[in-house]
DNA sequence: CCTTGACCTTCCCATGATGGGAGGCTTTAT
DNA sequence: ATAAAGCCTCCCATCATGGGAAGGTCAAGG
């Protein structure tokens, strides 16, 4: 099949496709005659764990090493959870940084009544 | 003051002010004779307005709006209120979603053992 | 007066994931 | 034969940030 279909099937955009081809996320595709990117069934399928891993929000580093253990049956399931668990371990962190700032925003809106009148304590912490 | 005392004094990097000013979040800075950039006290307190804004998420697009409204007599708490109140809203939807994946991810990662074999839940499943 | 080192300048490139669009070739259907 | 749809590459943009090179400026000390 061509990329079109590929991307219907897959979920992923066709210039994503490319893309993770030019970054060697995926290995470069078999071409026609033409010079067309020619793909099979199983491409499909990695293009649809791709693009699951994606939606986790693994990074594509993390996820070329996803596919490089998924294909590989030597692997541990030890290598994939430790994988898994550090992703976790930032997304938790990133979770947390911006609970923080939410909080603070919260306050500041709090603080501020939101009239026709100038004065500002949103302004005025923000100048402290 | 030059742009390294102000980098110091207000925490934003001489690489940002230059950009800030590129891309005109902050007016042009006055230039010395032999093409330094000029700074005075109120541009300290400028950049470390600034960089509150950064710290608390806000957007450039929106730290310009918010330092327009800050030195703007005429402006309302409303609109500083109103600008605050889009962006936690956006954070808000970005932290639901982020914990989605976190449950997501959770739940994946207890199905693994994570020992020496090959067999893992969490392949299995990015790849349905 | 000259050198040295710290400081400043602009310009280019890179990140990460994504998309838009131009200009041109191929395939398919009418 | 022609038009439409599909594909190709290449360049540019986003957003905030940084690295680094090549070169000009300034202050202090010999």
Redesign the interface.
Known sequence: MNIGELAKRSGVTEKMIRHYEEIAVIPKAKRSSAGYRVYTENDV?IF??LK??R???FSMAEIKE?IS??RN??????Q???L??K??EE??I??EK??M??K???T??HS????????????E????
């Open positions: 399928a649809q764990f699951r891993s939606d986790l929000g996803l253990l998924w049956p030597r692997r541990t399931s030890e994939v959870k430790k898994a668990q992703h976790l997304l938790k990133k979770i911006m609970q700032i939410e603070n925003l919260k500041l809106i501020c009544h939101g009239d026709h009148r100038s004065e500002c304590p949103i302004l912490k923000l100048a402290h």
